[in-house]
Structures are given as structure tokens and as C-alpha cells.
């Protein structure tokens, strides 16, 4: 049993990524500002998972603290606390973040805050509390316009967007880390591909802020009818079908990904990782549209526009690396991405605020 720390845990990933190693018999501690999630989320992990934590309440298992990983000072306690509980911190995943590749070319002054300097704190309040195992959220979108596909982790990295920046700034900081301190230093980058899709029981999932600049919640609140119909950005690209194609991972693939990172690092001697996680298989957007129509039973409407700017025509990952180092692969096909997709939807069709 591991004491950790996920910063962003109550996020898309985080939340799921929480009930996997909550299963697996991890003690967990979450710390999230709730920027970019409710509390709620993380009430429905325990009740999943067969624990009663509130937003207010905490059990010994999962304990969830509001706070900016900006905040060193707050950091800070947090390592000790845990440290004078007798469970000091492992490990730590960090989630936390700002992911929206648009916002980020409006405000690039606060992403970089956020991400590179949220990651420095953190890695600061890390490296004095003698806690240097981690596995950190990277990005697909670090490969830019990919020359080959699918994509090996030698690919160049040329981030076109300031998150792209952000992230790639952190995994180098990663680098000077562990080269500064040989040996000492378990690090995971773990480069998502798209991730989406919900827990299979509907009460955990994607839940964005005013309008979806991602394709899959997109098609789901179409679906549900929040929405009347999908602009498809571009049909005229070099695919099967003249619309973008890209890897969706299942957010509970993914999750399971972390599990098998954080055990690898806590098995091996110190190292530093860099591994795609993705299915290996694109599906184009169209595809995903109708893999939708079939798993709900409703129409997605579509239109076909003009191209979104800084968008790929194809983004596949390669994920032997994963495979070899892990013994990780995806276990759910897009069909199922749709089905628990869609149970989370329609059972939440405002999402958690359903629920406030
Ligand atoms: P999310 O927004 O659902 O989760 C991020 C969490 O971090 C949220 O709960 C938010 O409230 C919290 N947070 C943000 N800023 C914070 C701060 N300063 N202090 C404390 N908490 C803060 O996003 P997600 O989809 O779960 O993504 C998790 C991570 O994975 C992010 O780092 C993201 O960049 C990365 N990632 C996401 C995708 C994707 O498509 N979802 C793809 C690749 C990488
Ligand atoms: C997928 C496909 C669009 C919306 C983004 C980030 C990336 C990573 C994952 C964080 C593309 C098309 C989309 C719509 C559409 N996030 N599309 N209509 O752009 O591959 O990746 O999320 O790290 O950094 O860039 O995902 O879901 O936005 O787009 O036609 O309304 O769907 O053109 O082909 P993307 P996406």
C-alpha cells in the first residue's frame, strides 16, 4: 500500500486514474484548486470504489485538498503532514494544469504559470521532502505536425501552441532534474494521445466548461441534444475519408497506464521514462461520429467546414514502447469509448452540475 500524492485529481484523468489505484489498494492524496473540475467528481471515486469520502470529510484512503500547486507554502504541508500521519508521500502523479490549446495562445503568460511554474513548484517541494518518484501528464501535441506515423517517442518535439510549450519546457526541466542528481530521480512523461470516453458505469467522466473545443464531448453533447450539430474542421485532408484522423485512448486504458507507470518506477532503479500511451489505431472523425450514432442511438448532425488552425492530418501513436516497458496496451476499442461515453452523457447531460 502506497501513500500518493495527484495533483489534478479530480480532473477528467486524475478522477479516473484515482479509482483505478484506489482498486489497486493505493492511499491517495489529492490536491486541486477546482479550477477545472467539482468536488463531486471525486465523492462519486469514493462511492465507486466503495469508500464514503465527502468534499468536506476525508477517510484514510483518499483525502482531498483544495490548493494551487502554485502555493509552495501549501506544498509544503502537505509533504509534512502526511510525513507526521506516518504515510509520508511516495510518489507523486501531477495531473494539474491547463490543457486548452486556444486559451493558451490568448493567455500564454498564464499558461506558462501554471504548467511550467506549478511544475517547478511542485518538483521544489519534491525534491525537500526527499520524494522523487513521479509520473508527469505530457502531451501527443509535443509532435507538432508529425513527419512519421505512427509516432515513436524519437519523433522530433515541435510544440506549435504555448501549451505545447509548456509541456515541452517540463519535460526538459525533467531532464536537468534527473541529470542533476543521478540516481536519485523515477520519472514517467507520459504523452497522451487523445484521451476520452467515461467510466463504464456513467457516474465519472469528461465535463468541460461552456463550449467543447475537443471533438469527442463535443459529439456527446450533440447527441444529448445540448447542442445542435458538429462542425467538422475540414474534409479535404489526406485520409480515408477527407476528415482528421487520431488515436483516442479510453480514459480507463489510460488510467490503467498509470498504475502500470507508477508500479514500474517503484520496482526499478531510479530512471527517467518517456512513453506514448495511445492504441496505436486512428479513427477519423467521421468514423467517430457514427461509432457514436451507434453506441446511443441518437443522431450527431454534422457540417463539414473549413480547417481548424494548428490541426494534423493525422496523429497515430506508436506505443511498443509502452508495451515493452509496462506491459501496457489499450484493452478498449472505440466502440466501447462510445458506449461508456455515452452512459456518462446520458445519465449526466449537464454533467456534474446536474448533481450541485
Ligand atoms: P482537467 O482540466 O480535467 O484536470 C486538470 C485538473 O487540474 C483539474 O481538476 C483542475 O482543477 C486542476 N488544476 C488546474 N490548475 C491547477 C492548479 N494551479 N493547482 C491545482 N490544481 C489545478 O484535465 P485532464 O484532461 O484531466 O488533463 C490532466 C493532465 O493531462 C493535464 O496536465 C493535461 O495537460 C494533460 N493532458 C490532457 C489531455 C487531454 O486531452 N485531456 C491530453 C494530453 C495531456
Ligand atoms: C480531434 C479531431 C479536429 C472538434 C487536442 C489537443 C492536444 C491534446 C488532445 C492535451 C481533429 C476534429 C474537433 C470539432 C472537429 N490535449 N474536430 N470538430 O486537436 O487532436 O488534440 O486534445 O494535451 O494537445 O490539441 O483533439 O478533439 O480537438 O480534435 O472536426 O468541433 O476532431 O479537427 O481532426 P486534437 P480534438
Known amino acids: 500500500m502506497t501513500q500518493l500524492l495527484l495533483t489534478g485529481g479530480a480532473g477528467f484523468i486524475g478522477s479516473h486514474t484515482c479509482l483505478v489505484l484506489l482498486q489497486e489498494g493505493h492511499n491517495l492524496i489529492v490536491l486541486d484548486d477546482h479550477s477545472n473540475s467539482s468536488p463531486v467528481a471525486l465523492e462519486r471515486v469514493a462511492t465507486l470504489s466503495g469508500l464514503s469520502a465527502s468534499a468536506e470529510s476525508s477517510t484514510e484512503r483518499l483525502q482531498l485538498i483544495q490548493g494551487d500547486i502554485r502555493d509552495s507554502t501549501c506544498l509544503g504541508k502537505v509533504f509534512i503532514d502526511a510525513r507526521n500521519a506516518g504515510k509520508p508521500i511516495e510518489a507523486v502523479i501531477h495531473f494539474a494544469g491547463l490543457k486548452a490549446v486556444g486559451e493558451s495562445v490568448r493567455e500564454p503568460l498564464r499558461y506558462w504559470d501554471v504548467n511550467l511554474t506549478g511544475s517547478r513548484c511542485l518538483l521544489a517541494a519534491m525534491n525537500a521532502n526527499d520524494c522523487r518518484t513521479l509520473v508527469f501528464s505530457s502531451s501527443a501535441t509535443l509532435y507538432g505536425y508529425p513527419k512519421d506515423v505512427p509516432i515513436p517517442e524519437t519523433a522530433p518535439i515541435k510544440p506549435i501552441n504555448p501549451y505545447g510549450h509548456s509541456k515541452a519546457a517540463v519535460e526538459q526541466l525533467l531532464h536537468d532534474l534527473a541529470a542533476s542528481a543521478p540516481n536519485q530521480w523515477r520519472i514517467a512523461c507520459l504523452r497522451y494521445f487523445n484521451p476520452v470516453g467515461a467510466h463504464p458505469s456513467g457516474k465519472i467522466g469528461e465535463d468541460p466548461l461552456g463550449t467543447p473545443n475537443n471533438l469527442f464531448p463535443f459529439v456527446s453533447q450533440v447527441a444529448v441534444g445540448r447542442r445542435t450539430s458538429l462542425q467538422v474542421f475540414g474534409g479535404d ?47 477519423s472523425v467521421v468514423e467517430v461520429v457514427r461509432a457514436f450514432e451507434r453506441a446511443s ?30 506491459g501496457w496496451r489499450t484493452q478498449r476499442s472505440l466502440d466501447d469509448i462510445c458506449r461508456d461515453g455515452w452512459a456518462w452523457q446520458s445519465a449526466n447531460p449537464s454533467g456534474y452540475s446536474d448533481q450541485q
Open 237 to 283: 485532408w489526406p485520409t480515408k475519408d477527407g476528415t482528421g484522423v487520431r488515436d483516442y485512448i479510453h480514459v480507463m486504458d489510460l488510467a490503467e497506464g498509470h498504475r502500470a507507470a507508477i508500479d514500474c518506477l517503484l520496482a526499478e532503479p531510479a530512471q527517467l521514462l518517456t512513453l506514448n500511451l495511445g492504441s496505436g489505431q486512428g479513427a
Open 297 to 326: 442511438g441518437c443522431q450527431v448532425p454534422y457540417e463539414v467546414v473549413a480547417r481548424r488552425a494548428g490541426d494534423a492530418a493525422i496523429t497515430v501513436a506508436d506505443p511498443s514502447l509502452a508495451l515493452q516497458r509496462l
